[in-house]
């Protein structure tokens, strides 16, 4: 998946302490730093969570549009990661069990009873890419924006199931393992989340097909 | 959505289905050329959505690994080795404790060439893994409470938080109306200790922090401790230790401080909660410091693990809720300007200031996060001045009237 922060596309060295960090560690294999995290190396894990942080904040930030709670929301998804990580199996990727450790705690947040989905200030909003063209991009920048809007519209249920498929590209049954819910209605709530989001596109949706653009060739 | 495949076409376009499904998918596709439209829709919402980009605030991500490791040595627990050599260490006391114990006890006649060999096989029944018999068999060692397999670490984690949001709640809500006596000698929170000795574990302070002064319902168990060998028993008993010191002097503290002001506080807080339930309308100017007063007070006495935690789970809800929190990260920035944290708690009030102020509409909150911004800004620790530089432009260009 695509680093979602293109306001921070280096890698930063700002939060951690260069001159303990081990030289190499952003050269270190995943599993590697992963083996050195289990045996208790911060620093290896602290390589880990700045190779992963935009992924989980976009996970994160996607299901409960508020920065703040996406913010705690992060933090905790590396926490109990860190916790877990003596039972994790160093053969399969850290990402999508990151991303479902972040989606199961956004989701059981926007639940709860004390959550208060406001949006995200404006600051932190969505901001248009580079477009291929200045036509294609009016309409792009104006297609964005309304599929935006119509995410936030989509109950947290519904988001929640579309940002792990749609960004995250986890299978149904690892949704459902996430979610705790069954794979019949991973299937159902991704339907029905997706005919919203068609539906709301509905204007600008035959521009990219007389551009020849495709999107269902997956 | 299509009355012809419906959601199948969905779980199609994930490449979900099952190869007969599938089959017979693809080939209602070939004829129906609407439900072929509205895959390649739905297709192309998918790869929109893709390109929506999301954006933290500027310098977020620089800062965050060290947030996360910050928390992580507050947490962190001790490892499988230090337990190992820790229940080695209590196994050699016992076996050196022990034979004393049993010369001058229950055999005064024992020949003192003897006891060495008594205390080697202590040793060696000690070093072959009778840990735990040995915990309980000598008295010196205090007994773990017989935990429950514990929590998952997750699941436990969800515990923690729970009390720290119970224990954020209390200095808010309820905290004076319980009366310091109740507070002083209240149960212990197991988070705030575990936090409090953790970090003392990591960063070998030399003065512990001070122990949680009031906590959630006596009932909480020490469920978050480890079900432990012997080991832990020891240091089970030198963190009671230690923790009972200190909260000693919290006691001295509270009944210097919380008791002196404890008559006008309660008498300033009543009217206060009355017009919380009552009154809809932001709330008179005076009655968010007092109740910032109040919680920040109370909260001075919690470890500040605990009471970092308990202020980060809060979720400002009203005018007051706002106001009190923006003053409590004040004063936790105030009363740790050394703790690693203090520079996200100055974000935070300033962040929380302008919460205010968007419930409140009262142009005064704004002025005083604008104040507290420029401060800010102006200080030569700052570490998040892009995050703050963003929150500023967020807002009006000048003081709402």
């Known amino acids: ?70 913010d705690d929301v992060v933090q905790e998804a590396f926490l109990r990661a860190h916790q877990a990580l003596g039972r994790f199996d160093l053969a399969r990727p850290f990402g999508p069990w990151i991303c479902r450790i972040a989606a199961n705690l956004a989701v059981n947040h926007v639940r709860s009873p004390v959550s208060r989905e406001e949006g995200l200030p404006e600051a932190h909003a969505e901001t248009a890419s580079a477009a291929p063209s200045p036509l294609v991009g009016v309409l792009d920048a104006e297609a964005r924006a309304q599929l935006a809007r119509a995410m936030e519209a989509l109950s947290a249920d519904q988001r929640a199931v579309f940002v792990l498929r749609v960004f995250d590209e986890l299978s149904y049954k690892e949704i459902a393992e996430s979610l705790e819910i069954s794979i019949g209605t991973v299937m159902s709530r991704l339907a029905r989340a997706r005919e919203r989001l068609r539906v709301a596109l509905a204007p600008y949706l035959a521009a990219p097909r007389v551009r020849g653009a495709e999107g269902g060739d997956r | ?20 499904e599938r089959a017979a998918v693809e080939s209602h596709l070939r004829q129906c050329a609407d439900c072929a439209r509205e895959l390649e829709e739905l297709g192309a919402v998918d790869a929109l959505a893709r390109e929506l980009p999301v954006q933290a605030p500027p310098g977020y991500f620089e800062a965050l690994p060290g947030r996360v490791r910050s928390r992580m040595r507050a947490r962190r627990r001790p490892r499988p080795v230090m337990v190992w050599m820790a229940t080695a260490a209590a196994a050699i006391l016992v076996a050196v404790i022990a034979p004393l114990t049993l010369r001058h006890g229950a055999q005064p006649a024992m020949a003192p060439a003897t006891a060495p060999a008594a205390a080697d096989a202590f040793k060696e029944r000690a ?110 008993f030198e963190r009671e230790r230690r923790v009972e010191e200190a909260q000693a002097k919290v006691k001295d503290a509270q009944a210097e401080n919380i008791q002196a002001q404890n008559t006008d506080l309660r008498e300033q807080v009543r009217p206060l909660k009355k017009s919380e339930d009552t009154a809809a309308t932001p709330a008179p100017e005076r009655k968010a410091p007092v109740a910032g007063a109040l919680s920040a007070h109370v909260a001075s006495v919690l470890p500040p693990d605990a009471r970092f935690e308990g202020l980060r ?37 300033i962040e929380t200031g302008v919460t205010a102020w968007r419930l409140g509409g009262d142009a005064a909150d704004l002025a005083r996060a604008r104040a507290s911004a420029a401060a800010y800004l102006a200080a030569d620790g700052s570490a998040q001045r892009a995050r703050v530089r963003a929150l500023l432009e967020t807002l009006p260009r000048s003081p709402e009237p």
Do not use: C
């Open chain 2, 313 to 349: 789970a809060r979720r400002p809800a009203s005018l007051t809720e706002a106001r009190a929190l923006r003053d409590a990260w004040e004063a936790f920035a105030r009363d740790q300007p050394a703790d690693p944290r203090a520079d996200e708690a100055r974000v935070r009030a």
């Open chain 1, 1 to 70: 998946m695509d680093a979602p922060s293109r306001a921070d596309p280096s890698r930063d060295q700002a939060g951690g302490a260069p001159g303990r960090a081990a030289p190499d560690a952003a050269d270190a294999t995943e599993a590697a730093l992963l083996a050195q995290a289990q045996g208790g190396n911060l620093f290896a894990f602290e390589e880990i969570v700045k190779r992963y942080q935009r992924r989980v904040y976009a996970t994160a930030v996607r299901i409960v549009h508020r920065h703040d709670v996406a």
């Open chain 2, 1 to 20: 959505m299509s009355a012809h495949l419906g959601e199948r076409l969905s779980a199609f376009l994930d490449g979900e289905l099952a190869l007969d």
């Open chain 2, 127 to 236: 070093l072959a893994s009778e840990a735990p018999a040995m915990a309980q068999a000598v008295p010196a060692v205090p007994a773990v409470p017989a935990a429950a397999p514990t929590a998952l670490p997750a699941e436990r984690h969800l515990q923690e938080r729970d009390k720290s949001q119970k224990l954020s709640r209390a200095a808010v809500d309820g905290a004076l109306v319980a009366a310091p006596t109740a507070a002083a000698g209240g149960a212990r929170s197991a988070s705030a200790l575990e936090s409090a000795t953790a970090a003392r574990h990591d960063e070998g302070k030399a003065e512990p922090p001070a122990p949680a002064g009031f906590a959630p319902p006596p009932a909480a168990p020490r469920a978050t401790l480890p079900a432990a060998p012997v080991g832990q028993a020891v240091e089970g």
